[in-house]
C-alpha cells in the first residue's frame, strides 16, 4: 500500500514538507490539515500588504496547477488530539485520520494582551491574511491607533498603521527598539526614522489596560496612569509555538517540540519542523527556535524526505534574515545580540532566531553618515554574527566568512581597530580567500 502522510499545519514548512515527500515518493497519500482557510500564501508579505505596497494577489506563491500536481488531500479542519498508539489524529468532529508518518508543522501564534482589555474589538495582532484584512478595515473607517511591541512585526504594524494615514503611537518598555538584537545606535536609528515619518515614540512605557465602550476600543490606560485615546490597539509581543498537541500526547517539549538531526520528535514516526519545532544548533550546543521563513522551509523540506527514507540530516545553518527596518534593508547573520535584554517581548518575535540573541565581542567597522552600519561580532578566531544596515555591499561576503567558520586571525588586530581602514583591510582579505576558500577556510 501506499505510504499515507499526514502534515499538521498549512503553511510554509508543511508545503515544502509536502512538495519534498511527492518528489521522493509519486505513490504516497498526503493529507494536509490545517484551519488556515486561505490557500498557501506568503506570511511575510503582510507587511507589504499593509503598507500599501503589493496588492493581496502577489502574496499567493503557487498556482492553482501547482497545488493540482502535488496531489494532496487538503482539509480544512482542526486537529484535537494525536493518536499516537492508533497512528491517527483526531480532528474536532471526531473524525479520525490514519498515518504511517506524520508532521507537526504547527507553526507559531502571536502571545495574547497580558493587560485588562484585551479582548476588546479593535485589539489587533499580524499573525495571518484575516487578521491584515481586519486591520486594513479598521484602518479605513479609524484615524487613531497604539503599537505595543519590541521586534519586526510591531515595526511593521507601526509603520503599516502611519502608512494607511493613522495617527500612530508607538510604546517601547525599555529604552531602545530591539534590544536583543540591535545595538544602542541602531535603535536610535531606527526610533529617530519612526519619529521623522510622524510616528509618536513613548519609551519605558507599559500598557495597565485597555479602555473600551460597548465592546469597542477607545483608549489606553498607562502604567504611568497616563490615557491615550484610540480606535486601534495593534500588539506583537512576540510569539509562541503551538506544541500543545505534542506537550498532551507525551511527546518531548520544552520551548518547541524537540526533534534530532533528522526532524523526528521523542516518537519516531513523528516529525516536527518550522516555527514550532525546536532544534539542536552544532555550532553552540544548545537547541534553539527560529521563526525564519527560509528556516522552516528548509526544515520542511528535510523532513519531508526523512518522512519518506530516512537519511537525511538537518544541517542547521548561520541563521539569516533580510529584513526591512523604517526603510533601511538590515541583514542579520549568525550572533549579534545587542548587549540588551528586550522587555517587550514575551516570546521569541516572528522573524528572528534565539541564536541571534548572543552577545560576543562587537565591532563596528563602518559607521559612514546616519544609516549604513557594518557590525561584527567574533570569537576567538572567526567571525560568528554580523549586521548590516542600508548599504549591503558587505552583506553576502560576511554571510560567505561566517557560513564557512574561516579564520579571519591575519585580520583581527586590524578588525579591533574598527573603522573604515579596517573594513578595507577585511575586504582584501576577503578577496584573497574567495580565490581559494578551500586552501584559507
Not at 506570511?43 to 500536481?69: S, V
Not at 507601526?158 to 530591539?178: I, N, Q, T
Amino acid at each position: 500500500m501506499p505510504q499515507r502522510h499526514v502534515i499538521v499545519g498549512s503553511g510554509i514548512a508543511g508545503l515544502s514538507a509536502a512538495e519534498a515527500i511527492r518528489l521522493a515518493d509519486p505513490e504516497a497519500t498526503i493529507t494536509m490539515i490545517g484551519e488556515e482557510p486561505h490557500e498557501f500564501y506568503s506570511r511575510p508579505g503582510l507587511a507589504y500588504l499593509l503598507r500599501g505596497d503589493i496588492p493581496e494577489r502577489q502574496l499567493f506563491l503557487r498556482t492553482a496547477q501547482d497545488q493540482k500536481d502535488l496531489r494532496m488531500h487538503r482539509m480544512h479542519k482542526r486537529v484535537e488530539k494525536l493518536l499516537l498508539e492508533q497512528h491517527a489524529v483526531q480532528l474536532t468532529n471526531g473524525q479520525a485520520v490514519v498515518y504511517d508518518r506524520l508532521l507537526l508543522a504547527t507553526g507559531a501564534l502571536a502571545s495574547a494582551p497580558p493587560f485588562t482589555g484585551g479582548n476588546l474589538l479593535g485589539v489587533v495582532k499580524l499573525d495571518s491574511l484575516d487578521d491584515t484584512r481586519g486591520i486594513l478595515r479598521f484602518a479605513s473607517r479609524f484615524r487613531s491607533a497604539v503599537v505595543v511591541g519590541g521586534g519586526i512585526t510591531a515595526l511593521e504594524l507601526a509603520e503599516g498603521l502611519r502608512a494607511r494615514g493613522m495617527r500612530v503611537h508607538y510604546f517601547l518598555r525599555g529604552l531602545r527598539y530591539w534590544s536583543d538584537v540591535l545595538d544602542e545606535t541602531e535603535s536610535e536609528i531606527v526610533l529617530g526614522r519612526l519619529q521623522h515619518e510622524g510616528i509618536r515614540v513613548h519609551l519605558q512605557t507599559q500598557i495597565k489596560r485597555a479602555i473600551g465602550n460597548r465592546g469597542r476600543i477607545t483608549a489606553v490606560e498607562t502604567e504611568a496612569g497616563k490615557t491615550i485615546p484610540c480606535s486601534l490597539l495593534a500588539v506583537a509581543i512576540g510569539v509562541r509555538p503551538r506544541m500543545d498537541l505534542a506537550r498532551e500526547a507525551g511527546l518531548t517539549v520544552d520551548r518547541g517540540i524537540v526533534v534530532n538531526e533528522y526532524l523526528q520528535t521523542s516518537v519516531p514516526d513523528v516529525f516536527a519542523s518550522g516555527d514550532a519545532a525546536q532544534v539542536l544548533d552544532p555550532r553552540t550546543g544548545v537547541a534553539t527556535l527560529d521563526v525564519l521563513w527560509p528556516i522552516a522551509l528548509r526544515q520542511g523540506q528535510i523532513a519531508g524526505a526523512n518522512m519518506v527514507s530516512l537519511g537525511q540530516a538537518y544541517q542547521k545553518d548561520v541563521p539569516f534574515n533580510v529584513t526591512q527596518l523604517t526603510g533601511l534593508k538590515t541583514t542579520i547573520i549568525g550572533a549579534v545580540g545587542g548587549g540588551g535584554t528586550s522587555e517587550d517581548s514575551v516570546a521569541i518575535n516572528r522573524g528572528e532566531s534565539e541564536g541571534w540573541r548572543l552577545t560576543p565581542n562587537s565591532w563596528v567597522l563602518s559607521d559612514r553618515d546616519d544609516v549604513n552600519r557594518v557590525r561584527l561580532l567574533l570569537d576567538d578566531r572567526c567571525l560568528i554574527g554580523a549586521l548590516v544596515m542600508g548599504d549591503q555591499a558587505w552583506s553576502r561576503p560576511l554571510h560567505r566568512l561566517i557560513q564557512s567558520r574561516v579564520d579571519i586571525t591575519p585580520v583581527r588586530a586590524a578588525l579591533a581597530v574598527g573603522g573604515r581602514a579596517a573594513l578595507e583591510q577585511l575586504a582584501l582579505f576577503y578577496q584573497q580567500w574567495e580565490k581559494n576558500p578551500a586552501q584559507n577556510g
